[in-house]
Every structure is written in structure tokens, then in C-alpha cells.
């Protein structure tokens, strides 16, 4: 099975901090999704990357940016944490037969 | 925007009954659907997906798609209380990136 792995579960963070989250996945997949998830809006697409150093935004990338300087490892930064970006993250690797997503990060921005 | 649309629930069925999932999307083009199951706390597992017109089976789940209707639903046979969960439909549009939109999901509870 596809195993995608997000660096920590619970994550507590300070406003203005710059937040690294970490994604790694063990199956080759070319294209990898960062979503965040709140209580009533679902699950919104924030980056995704279809191949090294490749990028494109999402539904909402204010105040976010990725890296991916290799194909197993997708990483979202929050460049300066706001109370607003404290949600769920939701990494995920993906073939065309649907995403395999990693546990997920809840993020406190306090 | 695409828009994938799902009734929020809860839908509330009894043990053993058929839960009936719904969801429409509004992009035409859409080729891939696919449904993912939601417990509380954790994160999205994928359950089914589905390409063609028609009705699609995996043991006690059948994925129905109607392409002209733009309509993809998820039947859920002999209902457990292990069942309830957040079920979300996702479509994409194909192409290479396979980039999914959400639905906001349905809270399913099967009652013992």
C-alpha cells in the first residue's frame, strides 16, 4: 500500500512564524495535493506539484508556498503564520485511480 | 469554478438498510469520480472510483455514475454502525495533474 507520511499530527505555532509542513511518500507518484479542511468548507486545494520543482496554486494559495526539490518529498510553508491558516492540512499522492492522502496535520496558529 | 455538490445531512438509516449517497457536479467535462469515507478526526480513505456510465460494485458498496446527469451516487447495502462517517464525492477533469474537487461530504450515522 501507498504510504504518505506528514511529519507531525499536532502542530502549535506562534502568529508571524514561518511554518514548515512536511509530506513524504513511498510510491513514485509524479503528482502530490496539499488541502486544507475546515468545519463547513470542505476540503480546499491550496498547491499541488505533477512533478519536480513543478508547482501550481490551487484554490486559495495566499499566504502559502510549496517545495518539492524531490519527487517523494512535498513541503507547504506558511511564510508568516496567521490565526486564520489554523486548520487541518491534508497531504496527498496521487495515480489516476484516486489520492491517497497522509494522517493529516491540525495546526494552532495562536 | 467547478462545483461538486453533496446534500451536508446528516442522513440517519437503521442497521441493515441501504444508505443512499448523492452528488452532482457541475463540469461537463469531468471523467473520474470517486468516493472517499471520512471518521471523525482521521483523514479521507478512498472507497470507490468510477469512469464509465452505469452501476459499479465492491462488496456491500455500488458506485452509480450518470454522465448526461452529471449526477454520481453511493449505495451502501446492509448498513453497519461502523459505516457512519463524512462520505465525499470528488471529481476530476482528467488530464494530467488528476486534480480532484472536493464535495463538502454527508454525514452518514446508521443507527444500531
Known amino acids: 500500500d501507498v504510504k504518505v507520511t506528514q511529519s507531525s499530527r499536532y502542530l502549535v505555532k506562534r502568529t508571524g512564524e514561518k511554518v514548515f509542513l512536511e509530506c513524504v511518500q513511498d510510491?513514485?507518484?509524479?503528482?502530490m495535493f496539499w488541502y486544507r479542511q475546515d468545519p463547513g468548507l470542505g476540503l480546499r486545494l491550496i498547491y499541488f506539484?505533477?512533478?519536480?520543482?513543478?508547482?501550481e496554486k490551487g484554490d486559495i494559495p495566499e499566504g502559502y508556498s510549496v517545495s518539492r526539490e524531490k519527487k517523494e518529498r512535498f513541503s507547504l510553508i506558511l511564510e508568516s503564520a496567521s490565526t486564520n491558516q489554523t486548520s487541518m492540512y491534508l497531504c496527498?499522492?496521487?495515480?489516476?485511480?484516486?489520492?491517497?492522502f497522509g494522517s493529516g496535520t491540525r495546526l494552532t496558529v495562536v | 469554478q467547478k462545483e461538486v455538490e453533496q446534500n451536508s445531512g446528516p442522513l440517519s438509516v437503521p442497521e441493515g438498510a441501504i444508505a443512499s449517497l448523492n452528488c452532482t457536479y457541475s463540469?461537463?467535462?469531468?471523467?473520474?469520480f470517486f468516493w472517499y469515507r471520512q471518521y471523525s478526526g482521521k483523514s479521507p480513505e478512498l472507497i470507490m472510483f468510477?469512469?464509465?456510465?452505469g452501476d459499479k460494485e465492491d462488496g456491500r458498496f455500488t458506485a452509480q455514475l450518470n454522465k448526461a446527469s452529471q449526477y454520481v451516487s453511493l449505495l451502501i447495502r446492509d448498513s453497519q454502525p461502523s459505516d457512519s462517517a463524512t462520505y465525499l464525492c470528488?471529481?476530476?477533469?482528467?488530464?494530467?495533474?488528476?486534480?480532484?474537487?472536493f464535495g463538502k461530504g454527508t454525514l452518514l450515522t446508521v443507527n444500531p
Open positions: 496527498a499522492s496521487s495515480l489516476e485511480t484516486g489520492y491517497t
Open positions: 510510491m513514485d507518484h509524479e503528482n
Open positions: 506539484s505533477y512533478d519536480v520543482k513543478m508547482k
Open positions: 463540469d461537463r467535462g469531468s471523467q473520474s
Open positions: 468510477i469512469y464509465s456510465n
Open positions: 470528488a471529481v476530476t477533469g482528467g488530464g494530467s495533474n488528476y486534480k480532484l474537487t
